[in-house]
Every structure is written in structure tokens, then in C-alpha cells.
């Protein structure tokens, strides 16, 4: 499904502020995988998923989705594989379009395009069940601007637009960092069941500890630019913090302190 072959990516090359944020990571995702992944600040997490996404080139490596070699592919091109949510809740959406008009976007994304009326009555009642299905009364408030909604309000909004055609491959970029801790749980749920419905291939990217034990079938721990940890099945469903924290310390070295971010549920 996902294959990473020897991916590397430098920032500030021949600089003083040069940084392997990227050291030969190579990583498989099978049809079907949820994978956490979690690590400290420039621990890679990120890198690593933007070069997914095609919004870094690599240095080196190759990205194969569906067999299909995307390295040197622009962001555009490849979103047509990907669906998204970002850790920031502005973005995703388009902030001055009312919420039918941006389920409209995505609902139509790839499919030709012509001459004809807006949004027809069929598709009113379509998006009118999508948004039910996120039980938070946003099927009453179609008209609204998505600028007017709450931060959680959005992200649950801009991940039903993500998965409306199921992609092949579902990127979440720490996408309830910026949330409350109860609209977070509340994200995260609708995250499990758009995911575990669809049978949508994932990845996310979380600092929390309990949210990459408590999501997915398989967690991985990056350090340095590179996988320090790969667990999933039984061995996973077995993790605790504390396990991970022990994992943690041996990746990084016990005298760098862990975020109270990576640790707090």
C-alpha cells in the first residue's frame, strides 16, 4: 500500500544550521494498517509525513503508493492518492464558504467539471446525512461559514471532507493537538470509525503517549531521523506508558527531558 525506501531529507544543507531530519528511513504499510506515530520535537514524525504528502522532496529514497512511484511527484498531483487533516484547524477548509459549499469541493474533487447549477437538492440531502453521521448538529447549520465554527467543529468537518472518497492513504498530522481534551476524544472517535468503515490506510502523527497506544494496530517511535521502535498486534495491545517511556529513553538518552505533552492523556 505505502512503501518507503530509504528516505532521507536534509534541512540547511552545508550550513551551520544543517539537520537530518530524515536518516534512511524505510517503512511498509499494508492495505488496511492504522499506524501511531509518535517521538519528540525533530524527531522526524513530520518530516517524514509531509514527504509523504509531497510537500518536501527527499534527498534520497523513494515513495511508492499502490505500487506507483510518487517521489517526484508535485502536491497536487499526488493528493489524488491522499486525504488529510492538518494540526492546524484553519487549514482543510475554506474559511468564507459556508459548510455545504466545502462538502461540494470535496465531493467533487477529481470528477469533470462543466457548466451547470451549484448544488442540486440530491446532493443538499447527501451532505445533510454525511454531516449526521458526525453528531454535532452541523446538519442544521449548512449555510453557515466554516470560519464561524469551533476549532473541533472544523476538524471533524475538514476529516469527513478528507475521507469522503476514500483515499488510499488517510494523513493525519497530529490533528487534535490544537483541540480541548474532550473535543479531542471526541475527534479521535470519529476518526476510528471513518477509518475502521472505510478500511482506510493511515497514518498519524501524535506527541501523546496514550493516543498512539490507544489508536491503531501499530505504533512507531522515531528519534533522530530514524525508527527507533515498531510494534503492532499483541505486542502493542500490551504497551503501556511506562513501556513506552522506557522505549523512549533508550532511543533519545535518559539525560534529554520527555514533553509533559508526550506523557499527559
Same mark, same amino acid.
Given at each position: 500500500m505505502l512503501?518507503?525506501?530509504?528516505?532521507?531529507?536534509?534541512?540547511?544543507?552545508?550550513?551551520?544550521?544543517?539537520?537530518?531530519?530524515l536518516d534512511n528511513v524505510s517503512l511498509t504499510l499494508d492495505a488496511g494498517d492504522f499506524v501511531t506515530v509518535i517521538g519528540g520535537n525533530g524527531a522526524g514524525k513530520s518530516?517524514? %509525513?509531509?514527504?509523504?504528502?509531497g510537500l518536501y522532496p527527499p534527498d534520497a529514497g523513494s515513495i511508492f503508493i499502490d505500487d506507483a512511484n510518487v517521489t517526484r511527484l508535485p502536491e497536487y498531483r499526488r493528493a489524488a492518492y491522499l486525504g488529510r487533516v492538518f494540526q492546524d484547524p484553519m487549514m482543510g477548509t475554506a474559511a468564507d464558504m459556508n459548510i455545504e459549499e466545502n462538502l461540494a469541493l470535496a465531493y467533487r474533487r477529481g470528477r469533470p467539471r462543466g457548466l451547470r447549477w451549484g448544488i442540486s437538492a440530491g446532493e443538499r440531502v447527501l451532505y445533510r446525512q454525511m454531516l449526521e453521521t458526525l453528531d454535532l448538529g452541523l446538519e442544521t447549520r449548512m449555510q453557515s461559514k466554516v470560519g464561524l465554527l469551533s476549532g473541533g467543529q472544523?476538524?471533524?468537518?475538514? %476529516?469527513?471532507?478528507?475521507? %469522503?472518497?476514500?483515499?488510499?492513504?488517510?494523513?493525519l498530522d497530529e490533528h487534535t493537538a490544537a483541540l480541548d481534551p474532550k473535543t479531542a476524544?471526541?475527534?479521535?472517535?470519529?476518526?476510528?470509525?471513518?477509518?475502521?468503515d472505510g478500511s482506510l490506510t493511515t497514518m498519524m502523527v501524535t506527541h501523546n503517549m496514550r493516543d498512539a497506544i490507544r489508536h491503531g494496530n501499530r505504533l512507531?517511535?522515531?528519534? @533522530?531521523?530514524?525508527?527507533a521502535v515498531d510494534v503492532s498486534g499483541e505486542e502493542k495491545s500490551r504497551l503501556t506508558v511506562e513501556d513506552l517511556l522506557?522505549?523512549?529513553e533508550q532511543a533519545r538518552g535518559t539525560?534529554?527531558?520527555?514533553?509533559?505533552?508526550?506523557? %499527559? @492523556?
Open positions: 512503501r518507503v525506501q530509504n528516505l532521507t531529507k536534509v534541512f540547511n544543507h552545508n550550513t551551520v544550521n544543517e539537520r537530518v531530519a518530516t517524514l %509525513l509531509n514527504c509523504v504528502a472544523r476538524q471533524a468537518l475538514t %476529516l469527513l471532507m478528507a475521507t %469522503l472518497h476514500k483515499p488510499r492513504l488517510l494523513l476524544r471526541k475527534v479521535l472517535e470519529l476518526s476510528d470509525r471513518f477509518i475502521q512507531i517511535m522515531m528519534s @533522530g531521523g530514524s525508527i522506557k522505549m523512549f539525560e534529554e527531558e520527555i514533553p509533559d505533552r508526550m506523557i %499527559l @492523556g
